[in-house]
């Protein structure tokens, strides 16, 4: 009996550190994100002295033209950027899925963008696009083509180029990991029966990728809904409102407007929409997952 109960407690006795870990460094401070969503809250006050106004900053905000603005420009962004790093990654990973020669050199600089830190990828970018001295604009009059306002009229496609060149790799990296870990039994059945190397992709490849595909897609997304300090050091999110993301408007609200409350509410609002885009990408996995699975049998069977 007593062996019995050791074998039941013990697991939990090494999952009740991290457990710990867990309620101090994210339940608690997203509870005081909460507590302070409902608080008119500014830096000065402590959050106990503050008045307690219900949902009025949920309201506000619901009502706010530049939240809204903000909203808008986050979806364009994230949804641009996800949808092409995934082209763009899941093409090169197909593309060089073979032994090639110099191919782990290859892989070793695909994935630099990625080591270097956000501020110093706004800067590089930020002097790239710039209307005078920028490479971009020289190349272009070297050319005997005009300039491009690059972090003007178009500073919201120039900051998704930023982060397509800096993030491709991760989803180049993954898609290339899942196609390795491809059973080749199908893939040898496949070929035995006559399929093209476009039907190979299309219909054995892909469906067999998309849970890690997947999986990817979310990870880049929720990132791309976060994302800081490339879009400030480029743009402070103008001209205007053209690319400020709710990121980047929640910490003006805290740090400029001083409106602690507020961005409280802004930051549970952006946390709602991450949770609903999260379950609606859970759901589409486990389907997959099942879609999957019956082609594998399939598979099997056939052969």
Not at 270 to 285: D, E, Q, S, Y
Request: without cysteine; neutral net charge; glycine residues 6%.
């Amino acid at each position: 009996m007593k062996a019995h109960f050791l074998n039941r407690v013990t697991p939990y006795a090494f999952l009740a550190p991290a457990g710990v870990i867990m309620v101090i460094a994210l339940l608690y401070p997203l509870g005081y994100m909460i507590y302070g969503s409902f608080r008119d809250w500014d830096p000065s006050q402590n959050i106990s002295e503050t008045e307690f106004v219900g949902i009025k900053n949920y309201i506000t905000l619901f009502f706010d033209p530049a939240f809204h603005e903000s909203l808008s420009v986050t979806l364009i962004f994230a949804g641009s950027v996800v949808i092409a790093e995934m082209a763009i990654g899941v093409g090169l990973a197909l593309l060089l899925d073979r032994n090639l020669r110099g191919m782990s050199i290859l892989r070793t600089l695909f994935i630099l963008p990625m080591m270097i830190a956000p501020v110093v990828v706004g800067l590089m970018w930020r002097y790239m696009y710039h209307p005078t001295v920028g490479t971009f604009n020289r190349t272009l009059k070297s050319m005997g083509l005009q300039g491009v306002d690059w972090l003007g009229q178009n500073a919201l496609l120039s900051v998704i180029i930023a982060d397509i060149w800096q993030w491709t790799p991760f989803i180049f990296i993954l898609a290339l990991a899942a196609l390795q870990s491809l059973p080749r039994s199908a893939l040898e059945a496949a070929r035995i029966d006559g399929a093209t190397p476009w039907q190979q992709i299309w219909y054995i490849k892909l469906p067999l990728m998309m849970p890690v595909l997947v999986v990817t897609g979310l990870l880049r997304l929720i990132d791309a809904f976060k994302v800081l300090e490339v879009i400030l050091v480029m743009t402070e999110g103008g001209p205007g409102l053209s690319t400020e993301i709710v990121a980047l408007r929640i910490s003006r609200t805290a740090t400029e407007f001083r409106e602690l409350g507020t961005a409280a509410a802004m930051s549970n609002y952006l946390l709602i929409l991450l949770l609903i885009l999260t379950l609606a990408m859970l759901a589409f996995t486990r389907i997959q997952e099942a879609r999957t699975a019956r082609l594998a049998r399939q598979v099997q069977e056939e052969s």
